[in-house]
């Protein structure tokens, strides 16, 4: 069973609205939709992603352990170099992603909410005669987002990830009001949902199901590692690189903003000449409204719909697609 962390206390700042669903437990928005998303855009701001799982690894064989568990090569993982990786399955489907970064003692770990015991369970199973230790930082470390050109500083002793997206820290959960204070403003996830979906980023749970492999969300090159194996799932990830031809793509959509509400995860994708009776392709992933691009939205279609065939989104939203992942 997943564990959602308890809510932030930052849900008592002015606004606040709490989320729904996997971010459950922080803010959706602080009262301004829009003006938060060009603040995280424009390199302002912070966003509490304290409902986040927090894992570490500490031990002389850390990397070279997790090395043969996940996508990525990590055995010679510089210290302070970000980096992410997945953990698949026997048969090659995405279980967890891992957002990660060393620090030359101990590796830090972010995941989806609620995942993290999953995951540890896992990692715990395989221990076997490696110097490990695997712990459960959830209660008292989390995670907030600096985005790309903050001039927002990291405070002294805390763990951060760096990437071109911006900088995860691992805080003390006892400073995130202090933290809040020094760092505003506050934005939500909805803002920072937005900009994932404009850059074409999956996640977990959203651009996932039961039977998602990494090439059908870009996922390979940036989250896998092609040139190392000994990993569950690989023999998976090396037969359908080989073929080229995973059965599914992610695409990015352009929403006709004549609509009012947006199609919610899990809402039937269609050729625009086939109908809303016409037969299901593929489904949304995440839908979100932008303050430049208006509604938008990532989807998980089937290979062999043409790149540029307009498409229709439940029952009568007219979308046209992006490539992300060329079929």
């Given amino acids: 069973m997943l564990r959602q962390s308890k809510a932030s206390p930052l849900l008592s700042l002015p606004?606040?609205?709490?989320?729904?669903?996997?971010?459950?437990?922080?803010a959706a928005h602080y009262g301004?939709?829009?003006?938060?998303?060009?603040?995280?855009?424009?390199?302002?701001?912070f966003v509490d992603l304290s409902h986040r799982g927090v894992v570490t690894v500490t031990g002389a064989?850390?990397?070279?352990?997790?090395h043969l568990l996940i996508t990525q090569h990590v055995s010679e993982l510089p210290p302070g170099q970000a980096t992410e990786a997945l953990v698949l399955s026997a048969n090659g489907h995405i279980e967890h992603a891992l957002y990660l970064v060393d620090d030359g003692e101990t590796t830090w770990i972010h995941v989806e909410p609620g995942t993290?015991?999953?995951?540890?369970?896992?990692?715990?199973?395989?221990?076997?005669?490696?110097?490990?230790?695997?712990?459960?930082?959830?209660?008292?470390?989390?995670?907030?987002?600096?985005?790309?050109?903050?001039?927002g500083e990291a405070p002294d002793g805390v763990p951060v990830r760096e990437t071109a997206h911006g900088r995860d820290l691992f805080l003390p959960r006892e400073r995130l009001e202090e933290f809040a204070g020094t760092h505003g403003p506050a934005v939500g996830v909805l803002a920072y949902e937005a900009l994932r979906v404009e850059a074409h980023r999956p996640r977990v749970g959203l651009e996932t199901d039961h039977r998602t492999i990494p090439h059908e969300l870009g996922w390979i090159g940036t989250a896998v590692h092609l040139q190392k194996g000994c990993y569950r799932g690989q023999e998976t990830v090396a037969r359908v690189h080989n073929l080229g031809k995973p059965p599914r793509r992610l695409v990015f959509l352009h929403l006709d903003g004549s609509e009012v509400s947006l199609?919610?995860?899990?809402?039937?994708?269609?050729?625009?000449?086939?109908?809303?009776?016409?037969?299901?392709?593929g489904f949304v992933t995440t839908s979100a409204r932008h303050h430049e691009?208006?509604?938008?939205?990532?989807?998980?279609?089937?290979?062999?719909?043409?790149?540029?065939?307009p498409l229709l989104v439940g029952e009568g939203t007219a979308a046209s697609q992006e490539v992300v992942v060329e079929p």
């Fill in 15 to 26: 606004g606040a609205v709490g989320a729904e669903g996997p971010d459950e437990g922080v």
């Fill in 32 to 45: 301004d939709l829009f003006r938060e998303q060009r603040a995280l855009a424009g390199g302002t701001g």
């Fill in 61 to 66: 064989d850390r990397l070279s352990w997790l």
């Fill in 116 to 151: 993290q015991g999953e995951l540890i369970a896992y990692l715990e199973s395989m221990k076997f005669f490696y110097r490990v230790e695997v712990a459960d930082r959830t209660d008292d470390l989390a995670v907030v987002h600096l985005p790309a050109g903050s001039i």
């Fill in 263 to 281: 199609p919610g995860h899990g809402t039937a994708v269609r050729l625009a000449s086939d109908g809303p009776e016409g037969r299901q392709l």
């Fill in 293 to 309: 691009l208006g509604p938008i939205a990532l989807a998980l279609v089937k290979r062999n719909v043409p790149v540029d065939a």
